[in-house]
């Protein structure tokens, strides 16, 4: 019989599917996408290359990892810190997401994945907005698989903005709970992360799902984003594979 974990009801699921006796399938990975601007640098050639780099890369990645029985893919390209950062590289972060949702969503809508933006839209251009909305309108149907693009994201202004929804919507203090605040997160439907992957070396969330990563397992990578590869997913799966979810039991 193969390995099955159990599903708290917390939302986190390890009845995780299985492909042979000892590979689990999360349910749902989170990827940090970091290190493109280093290995650019390493590469002697400009940011917005490195960046370019790490969006082929990304592609790889998301569609290797819902080939592999994931359900829901998360990624954390842009945060609610990204802005602070040089503007001709913050306007070409946003090209990119645009390209993405515009000149490459038909691969989305052939693999049959569905595109959820999860984030803040406050401050984004309004060519950004109708890309983010149309993409999620034209895939909405589809069940292959889920991307979660984390993009204008932060953990803590989630779980602030889900606490002013609660009080918006006339809950009591004593009705704000874990299950009513979940209820009001960014496409609360998405279940909480399995595993969290970092690239570059980097050993922190850096307020990456703050909710939903509560009793992820967390894999840091040795290398940056653009070198990810369908390889590294296999080995994240089985890496995966050899935790123990004990969620706080023994």
């Not at 390995?3 to 940090?32: D, F, R």
């Not at 810190?81 to 001709?88: D, F, S, T, V």
């Not at 406050?122 to 999620?136: F, I, M, R, S, T």
């Not at 123990?244 to 039991?249: C, E, H, Q, V, Y």
Request: aromatic share 10%; net charge neutral.
């Amino acid at each position: 019989m193969g390995a099955v974990a159990l599903q708290p009801k917390n939302g986190y699921n390890s009845k995780a599917m299985t492909t042979t006796e000892s590979t689990v399938i999360p349910t749902h990975v989170g990827y940090i996408v970091d290190g493109n601007r280093r290995w650019a640098r390493q590469q002697g050639i400009p940011n917005y290359e490195g960046h370019l780099a790490g969006y082929n890369a990304l592609k790889d990645v998301i569609y290797a990892t819902i080939n592999e029985g994931v359900q829901y893919v998360s990624v954390y390209t842009f945060s609610t810190e990204n802005w602070k950062r040089a503007q001709e590289e913050v306007s070409y972060l946003l090209q990119l997401t645009v390209r993405l949702l515009q000149a490459d969503l038909h691969e989305l809508i052939e693999r049959g994945i569905r595109f959820r933006h999860l984030g803040s839209r406050e401050g984004l251009p309004d060519k950004v907005l109708k890309a983010l909305d149309n993409a999620e309108e034209k895939t909405k149907d589809l069940t292959a698989g889920t991307l979660c693009a984390c993009f204008n994201y932060g953990g803590h202004r989630e779980i602030v903005e889900a606490t002013r929804r609660a009080i918006e919507d006339g809950l009591a203090p004593d009705e704000i709970t874990e299950e009513t605040l979940a209820a009001r997160l960014y496409a609360p439907d998405v279940p909480a992360i399995d595993v969290v992957v970092r690239s570059s070396g980097e050993k922190r969330l850096s307020n990456f799902m703050l909710w939903r990563s509560a009793y992820s397992e967390l894999i840091f990578l040795d290398k940056f984003w653009p070198d990810m590869t369908a390889a590294d997913v296999t080995a994240i799966i089985k890496e995966y594979s050899k935790r123990n979810r004990r969620f706080g039991g023994n």
